[in-house]
């Protein structure tokens, strides 16, 4: 199957400070990338949609511009969480679509911010 | 915004048992999946159902859909202590862009 790599897979940053998570699509062109959210013991909540050469699409309540998406090539997609603060802690997911075989995930990153 | 809802939240068993968890989900689907999470990590696609489809089988997986109640159901039989995870179904949003999670289920087995 399709694979979609995602880095770093566990991150430490100190309040203030930004980070960022890049998502790439390894075998397979991906017009089409996602970025989801997810709290402990929580589903995942999709945060924004990315197409690429185009500005993502948030979804209600996800702030732009403390979430930077970027998606510049068919392969790689980035998140910048701005300023993190404490509450940004969490475990994002990225996932890349494949138009002939679906949605694919990465591994996950684990955000901790102290 | 979350497509639907599972139950049981949490369901712990004995090795052996069945395990069964159900979805409701509530826009019109093509399709519904399932998925596995193991915790913290990543996503395990586990199988798929189409609309026009009632029950599939893989392996020791039995996924029932019933569109008329929007609602779905995932056995897994003769479960294992490595079947402990948790377990989360998923449609496509109504953009008909992204996979939406229902909260999920969250699976233990005992040996």
């Known amino acids: 199957g399709a694979v979609v790599s995602q880095h770093p897979s566990w991150v430490i940053c100190k309040s203030g400070t930004s980070v960022k998570i890049e998502c790439r699509s390894l075998d397979f062109q991906a017009t089409t990338m996602f970025w989801y959210r997810q709290f402990p013991k929580q589903s995942l909540m999709l945060m924004a949609t990315s197409n690429e050469g185009s500005k993502a699409t948030y979804e209600q309540g996800v702030e732009k511009d403390k979430f930077l998406i970027n998606h510049a090539s068919l392969t790689l997609s980035t998140l910048t969480v701005t300023s993190a603060h404490p509450e940004d802690s969490s475990f994002y997911i990225c996932?890349?679509?494949?138009?002939?075989?679906?949605?694919?995930f990465g591994a996950g990153t684990r955000l901790s911010v102290l | 915004s979350q497509q639907g809802e599972e139950d049981p939240q949490a369901l712990s068993i004995q090795e052996g048992e069945n395990a069964t968890m159900n979805c409701s989900y509530k826009?019109?689907?093509?399709?519904l999946q399932w998925y596995r999470q193991n915790s913290g990590r990543g996503l395990v696609h586990l199988i798929l159902?189409?609309?026009?489809?009632r029950e599939k089988h893989s392996g020791r997986l039995r996924v029932t859909l019933d569109t008329s109640k929007k609602s779905s159901s995932l056995l897994i039989t003769a479960s294992r202590a490595a079947d402990t995870a948790s377990y989360f179904c998923?449609?496509?949003?109504?953009?008909?862009?992204?996979?939406?999670f229902g909260k999920g289920t969250t699976l233990s087995v005992s040996s």
């Open positions: 996932s890349a679509r494949d138009p002939a075989l679906g949605q694919y």
């Open positions: 998923a449609t496509i949003n109504q953009a008909g862009t992204a996979l939406i």
């Open positions: 826009t019109s689907i093509n399709n």
């Open positions: 159902i189409r609309s026009n489809e």
